[in-house]
């Protein structure tokens, strides 16, 4: 298959999952704190991979030519970004570093979908890899670009935090 076949297959299972799988209790909790937020974000993005697999396998059934370890690694490239950017404040946090929270706080459901379809591409070029060599070093390339955003989004939740104990210090002593 294709890169352009795989990277339309993941979206269609990617809107499959994010709109028609997920539950209501998923979508209402999966950004909370603690264990409840963590086994919802969980269980969305499992029931997300699952779509994303399916359609995957049909298609891949049809045209053949995927790697079933390839497959695997791409697909675990969605999940985690998945789950890093379905948090919400770790998305919230790199929007804030990057400059762009006063956007996140208009739209941020557009932030969230624009951020899972750029992530479908580098799992596309895994999935197509000329090699299993070469679909790991992108892997790691990817683990590498996540660590990268989770430290942005560190700083910019701090940034947001000091805002938000200054805007009450404020209020405080008017």
Known sequence: MSFSAVFLVLLAG???????AQTDRQATHKHLPGRAGWEACAAHVATLTLCQMVLLAVVAAAEGGLSPAQLSVGLAVTA??????DRR?????????????????????AMDQAAHVVWLV????????????????MAGG??????????????????LEATSKASASASATV
């Open 14 to 20: 990617h809107h499959a999952g994010d709109r028609w």
């Open 80 to 85: 985690v970004s998945h789950f890093w950017i």
């Open 89 to 109: 404040r770790t998305l919230e946090g790199l929007a804030k570093a990057l400059g762009r929270h006063g956007y996140y706080r208009r739209d941020a459901e």
């Open 122 to 137: 580098p799992a596309a070029l895994i999935a197509t890899a000329p090699s299993a060599a070469v679909a790991l070093a």
């Open 142 to 159: 990817c683990v590498l670009v996540l660590a990268a955003m989770e430290d942005l989004s560190r700083r910019g939740r701090t940034a």
